[in-house]
């Protein structure tokens, strides 16, 4: 029974008390564990816990909604079969009840099979029929071929690799971290603690939060398979070596200007031990809009026009004679037949804003997001309304300060959306711009830009992830998340060394899903942080190149003003790019599409003016200069997916734009999409 636990284990899953009980009742007799990991899969889960448990079992048909799971309810004691060793035994451990109750039974491993022997044991061991049976499955289902299974190697190693992981990721000073999978594997004391002997045979067993003591029949894990896929392990480019790299005698010159993992987010504190969870909450909130007025509002009245700023809360006290100017979040906009009635709100009150269809600055009202911050200039009416005249966006200045000229041309190349990973995603396509880069060429043209190229910016979705939107499972060349990281940093371990690849997160990656993206998951994305010459950020960032600021983002916001503001499409990324920036947010709308993390900090604020802004996610190459600031959407390496095809998003993939350093400004666009169908 044990033998589930184990199985899943091994294949990086874990499963939780309740749903150890609810389904191994059931296990082998009704349902296989490829079975079980291939539901889990998709839900998009590494832990099997109660709920799933439950939904798995309906979807077998081995259970109604509505039956009754009381008899699963784990008691706190302790059942051990006469025989096993006192040093087991001890382990608390929680046993399901009633009707034939679980009994821990640890066989004793067969003399002869050492765990040092495991490696070449496990190919040479004839499988029984059910190993058979999952070897079967697995096979059939490309999820399955997770890497425990395809190297081969013993769970024990595994799991302590996962364990010391594990350990390093609590130690990370960096919030970026956090992970449902943190629990379910005990520690390597606990691990280690649980061997003892049997029969003369040294016994290994894991008992973790499962509330089972697992033993470690090493003849049991499932014989090495090789991965259906490629991750790329061989793809080895050859350098030109007559090509001159001016590149690499220009002096390295970056600073991570922000980032988000840099900055020391106060948690809330609840005023006393009696504080409700729930005010903790709305205390949480009310911080993060707190400093996103705050923020804005200093921004706002750099604007000399921004004159005569007053508290909405002593509106009611002035002189209705006079003009005055509020500065506020917008809770909510309304277009009525005769103009846009705004509810705005700052730290003092909450009044409502009247803006006339007849205003100058009445279009620039579409423009306005909920949630953003703007002033308003006009007259406070007795009926409590304030009649605006103007509207002001935080927007950028008119005029951009020059930058000191630098000795030599560098560039940078900027890209996005690799979706390694996706059967679209353009592999010869992304093979052959790494081949450029490395100086084979085609012309004197490209031999000057290739050899000032010094860095690499890449703005999330660098692979397609695990069950990001329905169906995507059936677009999957590589359907384990592991493997792609893997797969990316083999690709991009051809990137040459003299080149500094900037790499940060979007929503197709192991990462917190709501903004800000501190990181991508260590555990997942180790690969990419092993990369000698790449530095990862964070989701939004400003890396600073030779003096310029170019602001990174994965580019989520663009999808809020697109459906907010009538007329903006994602086949123009760029314009919805430049409202964004016009309302110096990254991610504006609370409660829309896209998610936003209540940190006590609104860390999506643009509140430097940058020298260029990068965005992707919307796969369409696209640019323009706005108020001095170069803004790129930087377009993609995936071909049109299925999804994709039904929501009419045309890709232009393959496109590589080429930034001079030194004007923050397209240099070129190098086109390799003849490699990608
Ligand atoms: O986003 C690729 C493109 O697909 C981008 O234009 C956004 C769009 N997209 C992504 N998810 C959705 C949903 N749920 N509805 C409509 N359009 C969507 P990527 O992040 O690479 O998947
Ligand atoms: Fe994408
Ligand atoms: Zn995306």
């Known amino acids: ?207 973790g939060d499962y509330g089972v003591l697992v033993p470690l029949e090493e003849e049991e894990i499932p014989a090495e398979e090789k991965r259906a896929y490629s991750i790329y392990e061989d793809f080895k480019v050859e350098p030109n070596e007559s090509f001159e790299f001016v590149a690499k005698r220009i002096k390295s010159e970056y600073e991570i200007k922000f980032d988000v993992r840099n900055v020391k987010l106060k948690p809330p504190k609840a005023k006393n031990a009696n504080g409700k969870e729930g005010e903790i909450v709305v205390k949480v909130y009310e911080n993060y809009f707190k400093s996103r007025l705050k923020k804005l509002r200093r921004i706002l009245r750099e604007n000399p026009e921004v004159s005569g700023v007053i508290d909405i809360g002593k509106l009611s006290y002035i002189n209705p004679d006079g003009e005055v100017t509020i500065i506020g979040l917008v809770n909510s906009k309304r277009e009525t037949k005769k103009g846009f009635i705004f509810e705005v709100e700052d730290m003092t009150g909450i009044v409502k804003v009247f803006l006339g269809r007849d205003n100058e600055d009445y279009k620039k009202a579409f423009e306005v997001l909920p949630d953003s911050v703007v002033a308003f200039r006009g007259y406070y009416s007795k009926r409590g309304i304030l009649f605006a005249n103007k509207l002001y966006l935080p927007d950028v200045p008119l005029y951009k300060r020059e930058k ?133 950020i964070s989701n939004p960032a400003v890396i600073n190149l030779h003096g310029r600021d170019f602001l990174v983002v994965h580019g989520r916001g663009i999808e809020d003003v697109v459906s907010y503001i009538p007329g903006k499409s994602h086949l123009h990324p760029v314009e919805p790019m430049i409202e964004l920036l016009k309302l110096r947010h990254v991610a504006p709308t609370f409660g829309g599409k896209v998610p936003i993390a209540p940190d006590p900090e609104d860390l999506l604020v643009i509140e430097e003016v940058p020298d260029l802004v990068q965005m992707g996610h919307v796969h369409v190459l696209d640019y323009q200069i706005y108020r001095g600031v170069f803004l790129i959407n930087s377009a993609t390496w995936q071909a049109q997916t299925e999804f994709q095809k039904m929501v009419n998003i045309v890709p232009t993939p393959a496109r590589v734009p080429i930034i001079d350093i030194e004007t923050a400004r397209l240099k070129t666009v190098v086109d390799f999409s003849r490699w990608c169908e």
């Open 1 to 207: 029974m044990d033998e589930l636990v184990k199985g899943l284990l091994s294949n990086r899953y874990l499963i939780t008390p309740p749903a150890y009980f609810i389904l191994s009742e059931y296990y082998k007799k009704n349902f296989t564990l490829a079975e079980l990991i291939k539901f889990a899969r998709t839900k998009n889960t590494f832990v099997i816990d109660e709920r799933l448990a439950k939904e798995f079992l309906e979807s077998k048909g081995l259970l109604s909604p509505l039956e009754n799971f009381a008899k699963y309810i784990p008691k706190a004691s302790v059942e051990t079969k006469a025989g096993t060793s006192p040093s087991v035994a001890e382990v608390p451990m929680e046993v399901g009840t009633s009707e034939g109750s679980k009994e821990i039974s640890i066989e004793s491993v067969a003399a002869g099979k050492k765990t040092a022997e495991l490696g070449k044991m496990v190919e040479i061991q004839p499988q029984t029929s059910d190993q058979t049976e999952i070897a079967h499955e697995i096979q059939e289902l490309p999820s399955e071929k997770s890497t425990s299974i395809s190297t081969g190697e013993p769970v024990e190693n595994m799991v302590s690799e996962t364990i010391s992981e594990e350990i390093a990721e609590e130690e990370s000073p960096i919030g970026g971290g956090e992970s449902f999978i943190s629990t379910g594997v005990p520690s390597l004391e606990e691990y280690n603690g649980a061997g003892d002997e049997e029969n003369g045979v040294k016994m290994k067993a894991v008992y």
């Open 404 to 536: 000191p000229s630098l000795e030599e041309k560098v560039y940078a190349v900027l890209i996005s959306d690799i979706h390694v990973g996706s059967t679209k995603f353009c592999e010869k396509a992304f093979m052959k711009f790494l081949e450029w880069l490395n100086g084979n060429v085609e012309s004197k043209e490209e031999e000057e830009i290739v050899s000032r190229i010094k860095y690499m910016i890449i703005a999330g979705d660098v692979v397609d992830g695990i069950g990001i939107y329905p169906g995507q499972y059936n677009e999957l060349a590589i359907p384990d998340i592991f493997d792609q990281y893997e797969a990316l940093a083999n690709l991009l371990a051809n990137v040459p060394d003299h080149i500094t690849m900037f790499i940060g997160p979007g929503n197709h990656d192991a990462a917190r899903t709501a903004l800000p993206q501190p990181e991508f998951y260590r555990e997942y994305a180790k690969p990419l942080y092993d990369l000698k010459n790449a530095v990862i």
